[in-house]
T-cell receptor, first 110, second 117 residues
């Protein structure tokens, strides 16, 4: 079956460091992947979309890469801040909907 | 206006009650979605409306009944729910279906926290 997985349930990182989150997919080749941020009790917020023919996409302190050989997308937050603490979800598209990974809960420690 | 609104924010209901959740967007999006999310789990798709027609029903029990009165509004009617239905219910919208060559980047509302007693 087609799967999308985020290996780390939780990640703690010191303020100022770069956080790197991983999303792996199996048994299919997505045309693009999306990353969302979710704060507790709130709806996910779209951050970035990367297509299969794009190696890298940036937005301010955020960077996403897409490696079709490794079947993996990496999500980086540089110069991390406590305000970046949240759950980050990667998502792939289905026939008419999104399938989300299980999410990685990032905590940035001051 | 890039916002999806949901009402109410919180809802407590008994197993015999009938209630409705409401969702509204004014971004001109033609696809709208209901998700259910339990604690520490990702959102799970319940229903998809595309151009005001129900296109996906992910085997949701009939005690949940969706309705799309127009392209901006989406309702979820609740009846005879069970305590295990307690969750965060999220509404989302997207501009284009991927079937039309677009991407399905979704814009989520803040959710309704539902508690069934």
């Amino acid at each position: 079956s087609q799967k999308i997985e985020q290996n780390s349930e939780a990640l703690n990182i010191q303020e100022g460091k770069t956080a790197t989150l991983t999303c792996n997919y199996t048994n299919y080749s997505p045309a693009y992947l999306q990353w969302y941020r979710q704060d507790p009790g709130r709806g996910p917020v779209f951050l970035l979309l990367i297509r299969e023919n794009e190696k890298e996409k940036r937005k301010e302190r955020l960077k996403v890469t897409f490696d079709t050989t490794l079947k993996q997308s990496l999500f980086h937050i540089t110069a991390s801040q406590p305000a970046d603490s949240a759950t980050y979800l990667c998502a792939r598209s289905g026939a008419n909907n999104l399938f989300f990974g299980t999410g990685t809960r990032l905590t940035v420690i001051p | 206006d890039t916002e999806v609104t949901q009402t109410p924010k919180h809802l407590v209901m008994g197993m015999t009650n009938k209630k409705s959740l409401k969702c509204e967007q004014h971004m001109g999006h033609r696809a709208m979605y209901w998700y259910k999310q339990k604690a520490k789990k990702p959102p799970e798709l319940m229903f998809v409306y595309s151009y005001e027609k129900l296109s996906i029903n992910e085997s949701v029990p009939s005690r949940f009944s969706p309705e799309c009165p127009n392209s901006s509004l989406l309702n979820l009617h609740l009846h005879a729910l069970q305590p295990e239905d307690s969750a965060l219910y999220l509404c989302a919208s997207s501009q284009d279906s991927i079937l039309l060559g677009g991407t399905d980047t979704q814009y989520f509302g803040p959710g309704t926290r539902l508690t069934v007693l």
